[in-house]
């Protein structure tokens, strides 16, 4: 495993990301193909031995669950110290002005379900799920300010926004001498690259890591184009995302995966790592060899030729996700 600083803070994060969206109760919200309790505890603890010790979660992910998996699973496979734990804010937990939302009520409030359900006093890294446009950027960025005063979250990040978003809440932190965002978890992969026009420019002005959400595109970047999977057949949201002609590009990653013998996760994870920007891409893993395979992008430097034939077919979209 690698490690890196996230941006320009002093915080050590691993180089892949887990991503753990996959691991709660089914049953629950809207994630039918996540994984249970036992079988989750599989993925966590390999994640320690690989290394990987960064966990992404959120509040909104099965209604709360996946973050009481991962709230147990950290003191079952590891230590609360030897864990970098982020989690997020934005989404419906319930119905009322605090259930969902960047409202400092909604802010305030949230955070403490987050902290009980993780079952920590402090989550490392505290990102907004979304924009609020309903609520004034002021009143969040003082909230989330006094989060890290209070203890709870020593960083706090964003994700899925423009970018002029991003640079207008930033504004208001420096104005207000509250706590800046040291990071952008954005939807980032050889089939979105939107990102690199306008939100890497930034956060490289600014000292800002990217935190990539779907670098393998929900899973279509790791296996042919024609091939279905559980949660690709049910996933709605995952269905808008992308388009007939990314076959195209999907095909030139297998190409190049086959003839270098890995896995095309592999190939299309180590372009999103050759981007300066990027910290930590977020991975789920829900097979025995989804982490190895991430873990091995590590190692895999593509050429010239190669990341040309990967790029080609790729035409400008709207951004998505947000």
């Known amino acids: 495993m690698e490690y890196t600083r996230l941006g320009s803070t002093g915080l050590t994060v691993s180089r892949i990301a887990l991503g753990c969206m996959s691991y709660a109760d089914g049953s629950r919200g809207n994630h039918p193909w996540a994984l249970d309790e036992e079988t989750s505890g599989a993925f966590f603890r390999q994640a320690v031995e690989l290394g990987v010790t960064f966990w992404d979660t959120a509040n909104v992910y099965s209604a709360g669950t996946s973050e009481e998996f991962v709230g147990r699973a950290l003191r079952r496979y590891s230590r609360r110290e030897d864990i970098v734990l982020a989690t997020?804010?934005?989404?419906?937990?319930?119905?009322?002005?605090?259930?969902?939302?960047?409202?400092?009520?909604?802010?305030?409030?949230?955070?403490?379900?987050?902290?009980?359900?993780?079952?920590?006093?402090?989550?490392?890294?505290?990102?907004?799920?979304?924009?609020?446009?309903?609520?004034?950027?002021?009143?969040?960025?003082?909230?989330?300010?006094?989060?890290?005063?209070?203890?709870?979250?020593?960083?706090?990040?964003?994700?899925?926004?423009?970018?002029?978003?991003?640079?207008?809440?930033?504004?208001?932190?420096?104005?207000?001498?509250?706590?800046?965002?040291?990071?952008?978890?954005d939807q980032y992969s050889l089939l979105m690259r939107e990102e690199e026009q306008e939100m890497f420019p930034l956060l490289a002005h600014q000292g800002l890591g990217s935190?990539?959400?779907?670098?393998?595109?929900?899973?279509r970047l790791a296996r042919p184009w024609g091939e279905q999977t559980e949660r690709s057949g049910t996933d709605d949201f995952g269905k808008r995302l992308y388009r007939d002609s990314d076959a195209e590009i999907v095909g030139a990653v297998e190409r190049v995966a086959r003839e270098r013998g890995v896995a095309m996760s592999t190939v299309a994870l180590a372009w999103v790592l050759r981007n300066p920007v990027v910290d930590a891409p977020i991975v789920g893993a829900t097979k025995e060899h989804h982490l190895p395979d991430a873990v091995a992008a590590l190692d895999l430097d593509l050429t010239d030729?190669?990341?040309?034939?990967?790029?080609?077919a790729y035409t400008p979209r709207r951004p998505s996700g947000f």
């Open 211 to 219: 935190l990539p959400w779907s670098p393998l595109a929900r899973g």
């Open 305 to 312: 030729d190669e990341v040309g034939a990967l790029e080609a």
């Open 88 to 185: 997020k804010v934005h989404g419906r937990m319930h119905d009322g002005p605090g259930g969902s939302g960047l409202s400092r009520k909604a802010i305030l409030e949230q955070v403490d379900a987050s902290l009980s359900r993780l079952g920590t006093d402090y989550v490392d890294l505290y990102q907004i799920h979304r924009f609020d446009p309903e609520v004034p950027v002021e009143e969040t960025m003082e909230a989330l300010h006094d989060v890290v005063r209070a203890g709870k979250a020593r960083y706090i990040g964003a994700s899925s926004m423009w970018a002029w978003q991003l640079a207008t809440m930033q504004h208001a932190a420096d104005l207000g001498g509250w706590t800046r965002f040291v990071s952008m978890q």
